[in-house]
């Protein structure tokens, strides 16, 4: 079943927008996907006020395109050493809700304007992310033991060129209200995904 329209996704995260079109591609006629927001937000507030414009945020559940848990999944089935910073701050979203979220706002709901799309909790740092991962590998036997996690700081990333806001994280309650129900949390999420991933024997060629 195909709906007829474009949907629109925003996020700078190549390898978790070709999974979500893939994901979404029966559904839809037309999905697009744009690097920035601030251009197409400014137009369509202007001239589309009916349109929704999806915020998203730290993707994450496609082992195919490893995001940043997964990343630290594998580091850790490794044995190597592991790092991520702890002064950035954020809300992950998990990519099955993400697209469940995607199809009843295209189906069952009329919403418009910029909606956020992400799980709910306490804002988490790169580095509580990662050991809320590690921590769910141990639960469902992935790992033996818990690694350490060595602390970093933003502003001795290298990789990170341009200058970065350090927290980032987005309010689901207006999904909430939508959805008629509360928003999974992230650490919910993350354990779901992790079990997945342990009950799943490519996993670890999926990653590697």
């Given at each position: ?7 629109i ?5 190549k ?7 893939i994901l979404?591609k029966s559904y839809?006629?037309k ?7 601030v251009t ?7 001239e589309m006020?009916?349109?929704?414009v999806?915020?998203?945020?730290w ?10 848990p997964e990343?630290?999944?594998r ?5 190597q ?10 809300l ?22 910029i ?25 469902h036997?992935l790992?033996d033991?818990?690694p350490?996690?060595?602390?970093q ?14 927290h980032t994280?987005?309010?689901?309650g ?13 650490r919910e999420?993350v354990e ?8 799943d ?5 999926r990653?590697?």
């Amino acid at each position: 079943m195909s709906k007829s329209g474009t949907i629109i996704i925003v996020d700078d995260n190549k390898g978790v927008l070709t999974a979500i079109q893939i994901l979404l591609k029966s559904y839809f006629s037309k999905v697009v996907a744009l690097s920035s927001p601030v251009t197409l937000t400014s137009v369509l507030r202007e001239e589309m006020p009916e349109a929704l414009v999806a915020r998203v945020s730290w993707v994450f559940g496609n082992p195919a395109r490893p995001s940043f848990p997964e990343m630290m999944l594998r580091r850790a089935l490794n044995g190597q050493a592991l790092a991520a910073v702890a002064d950035k701050w954020s809300l992950p979203a998990w990519i099955e809700d993400l697209c469940e979220w995607l199809r009843f706002l295209a189906y069952e709901s009329d919403a418009a304007g910029i909606l956020h799309l992400c799980q709910s909790g306490e804002p988490v740092s790169w580095h509580g992310y990662a050991l809320a991962a590690l921590e769910s590998a141990v639960k469902h036997g992935l790992l033996d033991e818990l690694p350490p996690v060595a602390e970093q700081k933003l502003d001795e990333q290298a990789g990170f060129r341009d200058a970065r806001p350090r927290h980032t994280a987005m309010s689901s309650g207006r999904l909430a209200s939508l959805l008629g129900r509360p928003v999974r949390s992230y650490r919910e999420a993350v354990e779901l995904a992790v079990a997945r991933y342990a009950a799943d024997p490519t996993f670890l060629s999926r990653i590697s």
